[in-house]
């Protein structure tokens, strides 16, 4: 009994105590304050979020216990702990105890220390932090904030953000550097690579380039501005050229570009040196944007282009070079000719094919002048010009020029008569070295030499010039006896005679309409040259010619003269002779170039003679098509003027032509 008092006794006293207690104000049934929370401000921070840039990354952060602790955690791929130890952060962040971080927290913007602990409320800002992703990583990833708060009850919370890196779009050169310039060559492979993880919302391409210009693409359908997603009338053509447009690009996250059959055709049409760009860019659906400029480089290749200029006369022509290289030249020459001539830049890229004049004294002392090989343009040619470097031809090119002038009745295969009328008009046909309608050439034949019956059958045949009996389409130059006892030289000229009296009057030269200058005459000859038995007795020098060898010439010359020049010679004294080797003018004109040959010897088989032009005047004008311009003079001896030579003397002639 004393026992069970005893109990109850203390069971009394430990309810008394707990009253006690609650006397002194302890209330154990009072509820703990709110957990912390973490929320992202105008977003859900359980879902992934896109980084853009610029964009807004706060975090609100309630603690009613009061924040104790804060930590963050990055697991990011960008943002490695050897990356952020650069900026003097780590992987794990302590916004309570910052220690040696805080100084780099407090750069970004981040609260720390004091500003942290105890809070109740806070924002946790990384607006600044989270765009900078997108500029230092490029591959889609998601990059992670672990941000955990625990408040002075000890409860925590713990809330991942995870910000989402969708790449941008990408633009490659699929076997090359898109950055670097690539050479035109035929063919080539321009494939571009395009991905776009966010799928392609936008994709146009402009056209910079000389070449593929606005008009030029017009003509196939296209523009400088293509939009490959949308079109429009310029599908088909795109399509032609293998482009992908509309469906074919909208909303993929991959395509190739193929401008492969585009690009090597900018050489076909241009040959500059030149680029000729296409700025590509593609935009996917989450405005992210990605530009790139395709550089394709034109070297221009070495061209040449004959500007269908040649001056036959001038002896020039021009050609227009592009992309001559440095150290490089353009070159012409005769066709199959061993050395090439320079030619001269005279503007821009135009090159002038001109002759080099050189200049000497003839054997009477006078300046003439003449065109120095292989160089200047002439008639009936074809010529090759190259552009070279270092002796390899780059480009080249072959152009022929005109055939020149042709001597009238040169090949002596026309002949004729013409009416002779003497002093009582009485009229005799004389052999005339021309066809019918034609009157360039003439000879000293007139009645004396020839006389014909009635039927046409000659009862006197001794002329000066004849066709040959025995090689027709041949002039056979005779010496003659005229009435049996006057000496006169068988001869043929350009020009026209003239008998009166007892004189016989050469008037040389004949109109020419010139095109192309000559370098030299060529003619075919045979030549019977003996002593001179026969002199003249108006020939001052006559007596010292005696039983000399004689000399048959033939002899050309150029001349600008007003009207003929007259040589008169027969029974009574000579005059007007001349000679265009020991003179440069006569009364009517200038004598602007002759070529000469003295036959000193018999030749009995043929002969082919080139008789060169030298100049008097370097570079003279083409005589007018209505001044006298043309002297061919064929004479069997060089006396014959004084009536001074050898009587047997012969020349046939044939095939007179001009050399270029």
Known sequence: MKKLVSMTMAMAMMAALFVACGD??????????????????????????EITTPMSVKVSVTAPGAIEGFTVTIDSPALTAEMLATVGLATELNLVNPGSMAEALGALGFPSGD????????????????????????????????????DAKGQSTTKTLTCHLTAAPTIALDGGDIDQPQEITTPMSVKVSVTAPGAIEGFTVTIDSPALTAEMLATVGLATELNLVNPGSMAEALGALGFPSGDAVSGKTALTFDISALVPMIAQIYNETSDHKFILKVTDAKGKSTTKTLTCHLTGKAALTYNNDADLWANTATVTAANVPEGGSVQYRVKGAADWTDAVLVEGAKYSLAPVWTSAKNDAELDIHSIQAGTGIFAATTYEV????????????????AAGDKIPNGDMSGWSKRIWLDASNGEYPITYPNPEGVKLWDSGNNAFLEQYNEDGTPKLFTPLCREDETEAGTAILSAQMVMGFVFAPGNMFTG???????????NFGKPYAWT??????????KAQVGK??????????????????????????????????????????PTGMWDPATMTSVDEGAILGYGDLVITQTAAGWIEATLPID????KAGKPAADKFSLVISCATSVRGDYLTGCSTNTMQVDDFEWVY
């Not at 800002?125 to 625990?150: G, N, R």
């Not at 060898?549 to 010679?569: E, K, L, N, Y």
């Open 532 to 573: 001179i038995d026969k002199v003249g007795s108006n020939d001052p020098d006559g007596a010292s010619y005696k039983d000399k060898q004689d000399r048959a010439r033939i002899f050309v010359a150029v001349v600008d003269w007003t009207a003929q020049h007259g040589v008169t010679s027969g029974m009574t004294a």
């Open 496 to 506: 026209d005679f003239n008998y009166t009296g007892l004189s016989g009057t050469v």
């Open 24 to 49: 002194d104000g302890t209330d154990d049934e009072t509820p703990p304050p709110a957990v912390p929370t973490i929320a992202l401000d105008g977003g859900d921070i359980d879902q992934p979020q």
């Open 115 to 150: 500003a942290v602990s105890g809070k109740t409320a806070l924002t946790f800002d990384i607006s600044a932090l989270v765009p900078m992703i997108a500029q230092i990583y490029h591959e889609t990833s998601d990059h992670k904030f672990i941000l955990k708060v625990t």
């Open 516 to 525: 192309a200058r000559p370098r030299a005459l060529k003619v075919r000859y």
């Open 386 to 401: 190259r552009v070279a470097k270092d002796g390899e031809t780059l480009a080249s090119k072959e152009f022929a020029t």
């Open 615 to 618: 100049w008097y005047v370097e």
